[in-house]
């Protein structure tokens, strides 16, 4: 069974900081990692996927994410944060691409200025 | 990438009564899934909506409570029967394209009082 853990319900960061969102995995196959965010009132907007090929795969907004396999982790990083990245931030895996996706919990991002 | 719409968007029920939500994808796609996301939670897959046959069911949720039906290959509907509270959350529609991303719409909020 796959699972997802993201470390911290709740990340703060000052506009202009680093942005980290934790990710570890759990797979019995080589995965299929995700990372979605929601918007207040909306559904899920895919960021990024990695499936296979180069380890450090870039998404939309500016973030990009890195997939390591010794460590089971696919934390989300941006370098600068804009007040318009503050949502709910979910991370997924499922074992192939038509598969189905289990979530972690979620990780609220918070931006101040 | 695919374009989701769901209807309604949000409703409010009483107990007891019975709602149908539906899904609509703009191009043929492979994969449906509904999804539920629980008030602070993240999100629990319901079901698979298979093309021209029952729906597959996750643990914990069974076809009376939550029927499905997938007439064709860009729509789906999901009914929440005989509601409780308990049942209030937000339901989410995804697909997979042909390029093995889950895309999910905006979702639709139910309140059931």
């Known amino acids: 069974a796959q699972s997802v853990t993201q470390l911290g319900s709740h990340v703060s960061v000052s506009e202009g900081a680093l942005v980290l969102l934790r990710c570890n995995y759990s797979s019995s196959v080589p995965p299929y990692l995700f990372w979605y965010v929601q918007y207040p009132n909306q559904g899920l907007q895919l960021l990024l996927k990695?499936?296979?090929?180069?380890?450090l795969v870039k998404g939309i907004n500016g973030f990009e994410a890195e997939f390591k396999k010794s460590e089971t982790s696919f934390h989300l990083t941006k370098p600068s944060a804009h007040m318009s990245d503050a949502a709910e931030y979910f991370c997924a895996v499922s074992d192939g691409g038509y598969s189905t996706l289990t979530f972690g919990k979620g990780t609220m991002l918070l931006v101040s200025p | 990438s695919a374009v989701i719409s769901q209807k309604p968007s949000r409703d409010i029920c009483q107990r007891g009564t019975s709602l149908t939500i539906q899904c609509q994808v703009d191009?043929?796609?492979?994969?449906m899934f509904w999804y539920r996301q629980q008030p602070g939670q993240s999100l629990t897959l319901i079901a698979t909506?298979?093309?021209?046959?029952?729906?597959?069911?996750e643990s914990g949720f069974v076809i009376d409570k939550f029927p499905i039906s997938r007439p064709n290959l860009t729509f789906s509907t999901l009914t929440v029967s005989n509601m409780s509270p308990e049942d209030s959350s937000i339901y989410l529609c995804?697909?997979?394209?042909?390029?093995?991303?889950?895309?999910f719409g905006p979702g639709t909020r139910l309140l059931v009082l």
């Open positions: 191009s043929q796609v492979t994969m």
């Open positions: 990695y499936t296979t090929g180069a380890t």
């Open positions: 995804s697909a997979v394209t042909g390029k093995e991303t889950q895309y």
């Open positions: 909506a298979n093309q021209g046959s029952e729906a597959t069911y």
